[in-house]
């Protein structure tokens, strides 16, 4: 809230455009609203005892809510530079979808301590280099204060964690990526940055087709990274494995805005 507050006092005092207070208002919106979705989830995880939380069914209606809301109120909206309905309906669909199913990528990442936190982190720092090579103020300001929160969040993160990200921050996180490459006209770019959570998305949705079709597994668990562990790799090997790659992508893919 503090965070919000600041924000907003600084368009007023430095009586910045409208679509870019709007921008950070959406923002702050997706990433609000995702992580109420994911209190409500741990809440009755938790507190309540009930172990499957939210009913899935409810929980991803929530979503679909919140991310219709989303695309409604940014001043970015790709499908509106196209012609024809049916691609006008097919970019808003896509964009609807790409904040439901980024925002599940990094929850199902969120099972390591570290991993989801600390590949977001990495994904972030570049999304703050790239919000400031297109001078785009709303995403550099969110991301900026969202990247200084998980660094605080890591630090009791890290194993033996004190403290867990749960449903609330990875929903969170993940919707706010996938809402940011919509503001920074890169949506493309997530598929790169956040390559790590594509991987483990498409590891799970594999296991559970395969085993649907055939009754058998692809990997001995999944996501990807419970895979990783029952194979002998430690915690802290899949977690530095997960940046370095993630570096290594971002990297590559500054050089392809240069070349570009």
Same mark, same amino acid.
């Given at each position: #809230?503090? *965070?919000?507050?600041?924000?907003?006092?600084?368009?007023?005092?430095?009586?910045?455009?409208?679509?870019?207070?709007?921008?950070?208002?959406?923002?702050?919106?997706? !990433?609000?609203?995702?992580?109420?979705?994911?209190?409500?989830?741990?809440?009755?995880?938790?507190?309540?005892?009930?172990?499957?939380?939210?009913?899935?069914?409810?929980?991803?209606?929530?979503?679909?809510?919140? @991310?219709?809301?989303?695309?409604?109120?940014?001043?970015?909206?790709?499908?509106?530079?196209?012609?024809?309905? #049916?691609?006008?309906?097919?970019?808003?669909?896509?964009?609807?979808?790409?904040?439901?199913?980024?925002?599940?990528?990094?929850?199902? *990442?969120?099972? !390591?301590?570290?991993?989801?936190?600390?590949?977001?982190?990495?994904?972030?720092?570049?999304?703050?280099?790239?919000?400031?090579?297109?001078?785009?103020?709303?995403?550099?300001?969110?991301?900026? %204060?969202?990247? +200084?929160?998980? !660094?605080?969040?890591?630090?009791?993160?890290?194993?033996? %964690?004190?403290?867990?990200? @749960?449903?609330?921050?990875?929903?969170?996180? +993940?919707?706010?990526?996938?809402?940011?490459?919509?503001?920074?006209?890169?949506?493309?770019?997530?598929?790169?940055?956040?390559?790590?959570?594509?991987?483990?998305? #498409?590891?799970?949705?594999?296991?559970?087709?395969?085993?649907?079709?055939?009754?058998?597994?692809?990997?001995?668990?999944?996501?990807?990274?419970?895979?990783?562990?029952?194979? +002998?790799?430690?915690?802290?090997?899949?977690?530095?494995?997960?940046?370095?790659?993630?570096?290594?992508? +971002?990297?590559?893919?500054?050089?392809?805005?240069?070349?570009?």
């Amino acid at each position: #809230m503090a *965070t919000f507050c600041f924000i907003i006092y600084n368009f007023v005092i430095n009586k910045s455009s409208l679509n870019q207070l709007k921008g950070v208002i959406s923002l702050l919106f997706v !990433i609000i609203g995702f992580g109420a979705i994911g209190f409500i989830d741990d809440f009755k995880k938790i507190s309540l005892k009930q172990n499957l939380g939210l009913r899935a069914r409810d929980k991803f209606a929530l979503q679909l809510l919140v @991310g219709l809301i989303y695309l409604v109120i940014t001043p970015i909206q790709p499908w509106r530079s196209f012609h024809g309905l #049916m691609l006008i309906a097919g970019s808003f669909i896509f964009c609807w979808i790409w904040i439901v199913g980024f925002s599940n990528a990094v929850n199902l *990442t969120d099972g !390591i301590d570290g991993l989801a936190g600390g590949t977001s982190l990495i994904v972030l720092s570049f999304y703050i280099l790239l919000a400031i090579v297109k001078n785009n103020y709303p995403v550099l300001v969110v991301a900026s %204060a969202l990247f +200084g929160t998980i !660094i605080a969040f890591l630090y009791f993160n890290f194993k033996p %964690a004190k403290i867990f990200m @749960g449903d609330l921050g990875s929903l969170s996180i +993940g919707a706010f990526l996938a809402a940011a490459s919509i503001q920074l006209g890169s949506v493309w770019s997530l598929l790169m940055l956040g390559l790590v959570f594509v991987i483990e998305t #498409m590891s799970d949705i594999l296991q559970v087709s395969y085993h649907h079709l055939t009754g058998k597994r692809i990997f001995k668990m999944a996501p990807l990274h419970h895979h990783l562990e029952l194979s +002998g790799w430690s915690e802290e090997k899949i977690n530095y494995t997960s940046y370095i790659l993630t570096i290594i992508l +971002g990297l590559f893919y500054i050089v392809l805005l240069i070349k570009g």
